[in-house]
C-alpha cells in the first residue's frame, strides 16, 4: 500500500532539522510562492523544492504524489478556461467555436498548478521527515492550542489506517457480487457500500478515542519536557540563509511596487 | 479500591436499561473477572467503575460509585479519575493515537510530572514487559492486532495507575497473543495492581481469578468465587463453550468418485518479498466441514481469499466449482463461493436487517428473492430482527446476519473468518449449529479459527497451516 503523509524514519538532512526551522521554511516558501504571479520564477522555486526532496532522500515519496498534481493541474486549467478567458484566443476546446483555450486563462491555471505543486510538496517534505511527536511539542511551544495539534496529528495518523479498512470492507462487498457502477450516476450510487461502513466505523471510534485522550491526561496535564529537539547550529545557519533569502525576495520583487 | 452500589444506567438514546442494580466490592490487589453474552452490559459496567458514565456521558444515572473511597460526583473530572484508575477499551485502534510505538507509550509517560531519568527507565521496562522493545519505531498501522493490544496496555500501564480495567482485551488474538497478554496482567497483579477484566476465555484466565460476575442482559446473574459458580447450570453455558452433538457422527469422507468443489494445486501466493503461502495442494469436497488453524499470519486468510479471487496466485491454480478462481471476476465467484469476513462492521450499510441481505441476493440475481430472504432469515434466527438497523444488533446478531447475508447469495461453499470472535459460549454455539445445519444441506464449511476446540468439536476435518505450508490434514471419521 501506498502511505501518504506518513513519517518515514531516515537519517538525513531534513530529518536533523529542528521542525521549528521546517515550519519557517515552509513558511517562507509559501510566502514567497504566493506573492509571484511570474511563471518562470515559480518554475524555479519548483525545482528548489524538488531539489530539498533529493537532498532529503525523500524525492522518491514526493514524486509519488505526482499524479494527484498533475490530476490537479488539469482541473485547474479546465476551471480557469471556463471561467476566466481572457486574452489572445488560441484555439477551443470543443470545435466549432465553444469553450474557447484563452492566453490569459491558460497563464491563471499554469500559475495556480505551480503553487499548488510546490506547497504540496514543501509541506509533504516537512510532514513525513518530521516525527508527530516532536511536531506536536513545536507547534504546542509556539502557542497553537492543545486541541487543534491534536487534531491535526489524528488525520495523520488515521490516513492509513483507512485506507486498510477502505479496502477491507470494499473486499468483503466485491464477496457479496458488489459491482462498482459504470457511469457517472453509477459511479455515485456506488460509493454507497464502501462509504457507508467506512465513516461508520470511523465514527463508533470517535467516543472511545475521546476518552483515550481524556484519560491520558493530554489536554489538561502538562509535560515534561523529555527529549527535547533543540536548535542545533545546522538550524541556526539555515534559518539565516532562509531569511536572507526572504530578504533578497521582498528586496527585489515587492518593494519596487510599492515605491 | 472501587464499590458500586445499585448501579443502574441507560444511555441517552434510549432503549431499556444496559445495566441494572449492578452492586459489587473490588477489594485492592484483586483480579474481577466479567463475563456474559455479548450485549449483557459489560462494557457499560467497566465504564461506570472508571467513572466515564458520570463525567463524560448523559443519559439516566442511578446508585453510588465510589472509586477509593471517594464517590465518583466528588472528583472534579475524568482526568483526575485517571490518575487512579486507567481503562483499555476494546477497539485496540481507537487508542493509539501517534504514529509509533515508543511515541505512544511517551504521550502516556510525559504527562505524568516524572523526571527525564525516571521517564527513559519505565519507557525501557513497559516495552520489555510487554514485549514491545524491537517494534518501538513501528508505525501502529503496521502493527498485528495482537501487538496493538500489547500496546494499548503498555500505554495505560504508562499511565502507572493502581487500578486497571481491561474490556476484552484478547478477543481477537491467537493462543500464543493471549497467553501474552495473560503473563503481563500476572506480571500487573503480582505488583498489587487491582484488575477488571471482561472477557469469554474463562480457561486461559483461571489462575488469575479471584471474583467473578456473571451478566445477563444487565443485570449480575452471578457473583462470587470461581469455584463456587461454576456448579451453576447458565454460568457453565457462559464460560464452558459446549459444543457436543454438533459433530453427528455421520461420515462425510468422500467417496472416490466424488468430485472435489474445491482444487488448490501447489498454491503459492507472495506479498512482495514475503512468501504467504508455499505449495498449498488440497481438495474440499460437496458437504465437509473443514476446520483452518494456525497462529496469526500463518496464511489462513491469504488462502481462502484465494477462494473467491480477492487474491490472485503467485503460482499453481484454484479451481472453484469447475471454475478457475485465478482468472475469474469475483461476482462470477460469488455465485460458488460465500466468504464471511472476520469483522461483520466491514459489510453493513443498509438501514435494516432485510436490505442488507437483500444486497447481495440483488448483485446476484437469485429468483424468489422475498421467499429467500425468509428462509434465510429463518436460518439464522434473525425473522424478529428483521426491521432493526444491523449497527444496533449485538455483536452475536451481527455475526448471524453477516452469515446471513452470505447464505442469501446460495453458495456451495461458506468460508468463514473466525466466526466466534467477540462471542460468548452459548453465542459461539449458535453459531456453530447454523453451520451444521448449512453443512447437513450438502454445503462445504470452511472455517479459519484460532480455537483448537471448536476445531475439533464441531467439524469433520482440520487442516493446520504454519508458516504458509499444510502441515497437516486430518479427516476425522465418525
Not at chain 1, 470511523?202 to 489538561?220: E, K, N, Q, S
Request: overall charge negative; some cysteine; charged content about 20%.
Amino acid at each position: 500500500m501506498r502511505e501518504i503523509l506518513q513519517y518515514i524514519h531516515k537519517d538525513a538532512f531534513f530529518h536533523r532539522l529542528h521542525p521549528g526551522t521546517k515550519i519557517f521554511l515552509i513558511l517562507v516558501i509559501g510566502v514567497i510562492t504566493l506573492l509571484t504571479l511570474d511563471i518562470p520564477v515559480l518554475c524555479v522555486i519548483l525545482i528548489a523544492v524538488l531539489c530539498m526532496a533529493f537532498i532529503g532522500r525523500v524525492l522518491r515519496e514526493v514524486l509519488q504524489q505526482m499524479a494527484l498534481i498533475l490530476a490537479m493541474s488539469v482541473i485547474f486549467i479546465l476551471i480557469t478556461l471556463i471561467t476566466m478567458p481572457s486574452g489572445e484566443v488560441l484555439g477551443y476546446l470543443i470545435p466549432g467555436g465553444f469553450l474557447p483555450v484563452t492566453t490569459g486563462a491558460l497563464y491563471a491555471g499554469v500559475l495556480l498548478t505551480l503553487r499548488f505543486a510546490i506547497l504540496i510538496i514543501s509541506f509533504q517534505i516537512f510532514v513525513i521527515t518530521t516525527q508527530p511527536r516532536d511536531l506536536v511539542n513545536t507547534l504546542e511551544k509556539m502557542g497553537v492550542p492543545i486541541d487543534y495539534n491534536l487534531m491535526f496529528l489524528i488525520a495523520l495518523r488515521f490516513i492509513p489506517t483507512l485506507q486498510i479498512e477502505a479496502t477491507k470492507i470494499h473486499e468483503a462487498q466485491l464477496a457479496r457480487g458488489y459491482a462498482p457502477g459504470s457511469g457517472f450516476v453509477g459511479r455515485i450510487k456506488s460509493v454507497a457500500p464502501v462509504m457507508i461502513p467506512l465513516v461508520s466505523n470511523a465514527l463508533a471510534r470517535t467516543t472511545v478515542l475521546g476518552l483515550t485522550i481524556d484519560m491520558r491526561g493530554y489536554r489538561t496535564r502538562t509535560r515534561t519536557p523529555f527529549r527535547e529537539e533543540h536548535m542545533h547550529l545546522l538550524d541556526k545557519v539555515v534559518c539565516v540563509v532562509i531569511g536572507m533569502v526572504l530578504i533578497a525576495f521582498l528586496g527585489i520583487r515587492v518593494f519596487p511596487l510599492i515605491s | 479500591m472501587i464499590t458500586l452500589e445499585e448501579v443502574s444506567y441507560s444511555y441517552p438514546r434510549g432503549g431499556r436499561q444496559a445495566i441494572s442494580r449492578v452492586s459489587v466490592n473490588i477489594e485492592p490487589g484483586e483480579c474481577l473477572f466479567v463475563t456474559g453474552p455479548s450485549g449483557a452490559g459489560k462494557t457499560t459496567m467497566c465504564m461506570a467503575a472508571a467513572g466515564i458514565l458520570e463525567h463524560e456521558f448523559g443519559g439516566e444515572k442511578e446508585g453510588k460509585i465510589t472509586i477509593l473511597g471517594r464517590n465518583v460526583k466528588e472528583y472534579a473530572s475524568l482526568s483526575e479519575i485517571s490518575g487512579h484508575v486507567g481503562m483499555v477499551f476494546d477497539d485496540p485502534e481507537a487508542q493509539l493515537i501517534f504514529t509509533s510505538v515508543e511515541e505512544e507509550i511517551l504521550s502516556a509517560l510525559e504527562r505524568r510530572g516524572l523526571s527525564a531519568e525516571e521517564i527513559e527507565s519505565r519507557l525501557s521496562s513497559i516495552m520489555e514487559v510487554t514485549q514491545l522493545t524491537a517494534l518501538k519505531d513501528r508505525a501502529p498501522h503496521a502493527l498485528s492486532g495482537g501487538q496493538k493490544q500489547r500496546l494499548v496496555l503498555a500505554t495505560t500501564l504508562a499511565l502507572g495507575t493502581d487500578i486497571v480495567i481491561l474490556d476484552e482485551p484478547t478477543a481477537e488474538l491467537d493462543e500464543r497473543g493471549t497467553e501474552s497478554i495473560i503473563s503481563v496482567l500476572k506480571d500487573l497483579k503480582a505488583g498489587g495492581k487491582t484488575i477488571v477484566l471482561t472477557e469469554h476465555k474463562f480457561t486461559k484466565f483461571r489462575d488469575l481469578i479471584d471474583q467473578m460476575i456473571v451478566m445477563d442482559a444487565g443485570r449480575i446473574r452471578a457473583l462470587g468465587k470461581p469455584g463456587d459458580l461454576i456448579a451453576d447450570e447458565f454460568v457453565k453455558g457462559v464460560i464452558f463453550p459446549d459444543y457436543s452433538g454438533i459433530r453427528d457422527g455421520s461420515s462425510h469422507s468422500p467417496s472416490d468418485e466424488q468430485k472435489p468443489l474445491v482444487s488448490i494445486k501447489n498454491l503459492e501466493h507472495a506479498y512482495g518479498e514475503v512468501q504467504a503461502l508455499n505449495g498449498v495442494s488440497l481438495d474440499i469436497f460437496p458437504g465437509e466441514f473443514v476446520a483452518i488453524v494456525g497462529e496469526n499470519g500463518s496464511g489462513k486468510t491469504t488462502l481462502i481469499k484465494h477462494l473467491i479471487g480477492l487474491l490472485r496466485p503467485s503460482g499453481g491454480t484454484v479451481l472453484v466449482d469447475g471454475k478457475d478462481a485465478g482468472v475469474a471476476p469475483v461476482s462470477d465467484l460469488a455465485h460458488s463461493v460465500g466468504l464471511v469476513f472476520q469483522n461483520p462492521d466491514h459489510m453493513f450499510f443498509a438501514d435494516t436487517v432485510a436490505e442488507e441481505i437483500m444486497f447481495g441476493i440483488r448483485n446476484l440475481g437469485i429468483p424468489e428473492p422475498d421467499m429467500v430472504l425468509k428462509k434465510v432469515l429463518d436460518a439464522t434466527g434473525l425473522t424478529h430482527s428483521r426491521d432493526l438497523y444491523p449497527r444496533w444488533l449485538s455483536r452475536g446478531e451481527r455475526q448471524k446476519l453477516a452469515i446471513a447475508c452470505v447464505l442469501a447469495m446460495r453458495p456451495k461453499v461458506i468460508i468463514l473468518d473466525e466466526p466466534t470472535t467477540g462471542l460468548d459460549g452459548r453465542e459461539a454455539r449458535e453459531v456453530m449449529e447454523i453451520l451444521k445445519h448449512l453443512q447437513q444441506e450438502g454445503r462445504s464449511i470452511v472455517m479459519v479459527t484460532h480455537s483448537r476446540q471448536i476445531a475439533e468439536e464441531c467439524t469433520d476435518r482440520i487442516i493446520t497451516i504454519d508458516s504458509g505450508r499444510i502441515q497437516s490434514d486430518i479427516r476425522r471419521e465418525g
